[in-house]
């Protein structure tokens, strides 16, 4: 495969920017060449969607406020959420790969600042997973959903906010693992009970006190209320007090900064461990 030399007096911005488009552009190219990773992603959640959804829908009552709507309707943006986790957290697999592969180690090896490999990761899964995302609107109509060009501009953008914060998560889950055994027990032990205490599947006023501090505290459960609201405007919050949307959305910047800052970090740390 033919190597890009970089001068060592380049600009510090092209010594980051080129490495880490590099790896972004390798992130996308490669799980589109998996068609079968695509279709998973895609179709998984929507069967969940439609089976849980229709499934619960006799016995999920919302209320009798203004904008009520059925459970179908209600876990139409946990289920987004749900594809941009997946997508996210699975494409972030390929740092334990890449570390198998020995590819890992010739990116390390590289004269290239340690920042370009987290950026380049991380903005390659987030792309991909804010597409998937994305994509799953298509559905929208279905469910009673009429954006306008600005709606949609903000739902795009707190896609991108929970893409972004998962798969810095997914790559600081995945950095010091050598297993993809041990990054699936992970998800199952942790992920998946992050995505269910988000608010995707039953409303924060509905939940037993305890667990609706756990829901709280889960930075998640603000980009699942952050879409609701976009997504129905006119249903009640399903939050037992106020929370704006801009307050939810910088709750999401501020998830989406610890965790990049979080996996900067573990690249950045010493240790005497082979990176492969």
């Known amino acids: 495969m033919a190597t890009v030399a970089i001068p060592t007096s380049a600009p510090a911005s092209a010594r980051v920017l080129l490495p880490a488009f590099t790896l972004w552009w390798r992130e996308v190219v490669r799980f589109y060449r998996q068609k079968a990773r695509v279709v998973g992603?895609?179709?998984?959640?929507?069967?969940?969607?439609?089976?849980?959804?229709?499934?619960?829908?006799?016995?999920?009552?919302?209320?009798e406020a203004a904008g009520q709507r059925s459970y179908l309707d209600f876990f139409y943006p946990g289920t987004l959420v749900m594809i941009v986790l997946f997508t996210a957290i699975f494409t972030m697999m390929s740092v334990i790969e890449d570390r198998n592969e020995g590819f890992l180690l010739s990116v390390m090896v590289a004269p290239v600042p340690r920042a370009a490999?987290?950026?380049?990761k991380v903005l390659g899964g987030t792309t991909l997973a804010a597409i998937q995302g994305l994509i799953f609107l298509v559905f929208s109509p279905l469910v009673g959903i009429h954006m306008t060009a600005g709606s949609f501009a903000l739902i795009a953008l707190t896609v991108f906010l929970v893409a972004f914060a998962l798969t810095a998560l997914g790559f600081a889950i995945a950095w010091p693992l050598d297993s993809t055994q041990a990054f699936h027990a992970i998800i199952n032990l942790f992920l998946i009970p992050l995505w269910m205490l988000s608010g995707?599947?039953?409303?924060?006023?509905?939940?037993?006190?305890?667990i609706r501090w756990l829901m709280y505290i889960n930075p998640l459960t603000y980009g699942v209320e952050a879409l609701r609201t976009l997504m129905y405007p006119d249903a009640p919050s399903s939050f037992s007090f106020d929370f704006s949307l801009t307050a939810s959305i910088l709750t999401l910047v501020l998830f989406a900064l610890f965790m990049f800052g979080l996996a900067f970090v573990l690249v950045n740390r010493r240790t005497t461990k082979p990176a492969a």
């Open 117 to 120: 490999i987290v950026l380049g």
């Open 41 to 63: 992603v895609i179709l998984s959640p929507l069967l969940f969607w439609i089976v849980i959804g229709s499934g619960f829908g006799a016995s999920f009552r919302s209320g």
């Open 200 to 210: 995707s599947l039953f409303p924060v006023s509905k939940a037993s006190a305890w």
